[in-house]
């Protein structure tokens, strides 16, 4: 007689196939939805339209240059707004002059107050390229940094 804490060879592939089919099972229950789905039918939202005074520069790329040497890359998306729809036509045409104006200035900031190690100071940054940009087109509002970060070259 066998004692209760052995198992016979074919109870053991049992157990096992029945664990294999419980483990199977377990991912489809934690995906279920806990509560029913819901099922009314929404109003779409209707989003305003873009505004057309805002424009959006290609990304400017900067060198980090710390000791003589290049430590990373600033990467700065600028977005410059228009004192009205109609200037923002103008300044359409205008973008790769107002791309060149602020490129200086973004490798300026880079070399002189940027590091990947610590936080961009997106405020000194925007003040920076703003000047030099709004000498070339005065119908310029705002420069806005839309997205800024510092990564190892």
């Excluded at 004692?3 to 279920?32: D, E, I």
Aim: a positive charge; hydrophobic letters at 50%; glycine letters at 4%.
């Amino acid at each position: 007689m066998q004692s209760p804490s052995r198992t016979t060879p074919a109870r053991t592939g049992c157990v096992k196939v029945a664990r294999a089919g419980m483990a199977a099972l377990l991912p489809l229950a934690w995906a279920a939805p806990a509560l029913p789905a819901n099922t009314d039918a929404r109003k779409a939202v209707e989003l305003p339209p873009p505004d057309a005074s805002f424009l959006a520069m290609e990304q400017i790329d900067a060198p980090i240059v710390d000791g003589g040497r290049m430590d990373g890359v600033l990467h700065v998306l600028v977005t410059v707004q228009a004192k009205s729809g109609d200037d923002a036509a103008a300044i359409g045409k205008r973008m790769p002059e107002l791309r060149a104006a602020a490129l200086p200035a973004a490798i300026e900031f880079a070399s002189l107050r940027a590091s990947r190690f610590a936080p961009v100071d997106v405020a000194r940054l925007a003040e920076m390229i703003e000047a030099p940009v709004k000498r070339i087109d005065p119908t310029i509002n705002k420069v806005l940094i839309v997205q800024v970060s510092a990564t190892e070259r």
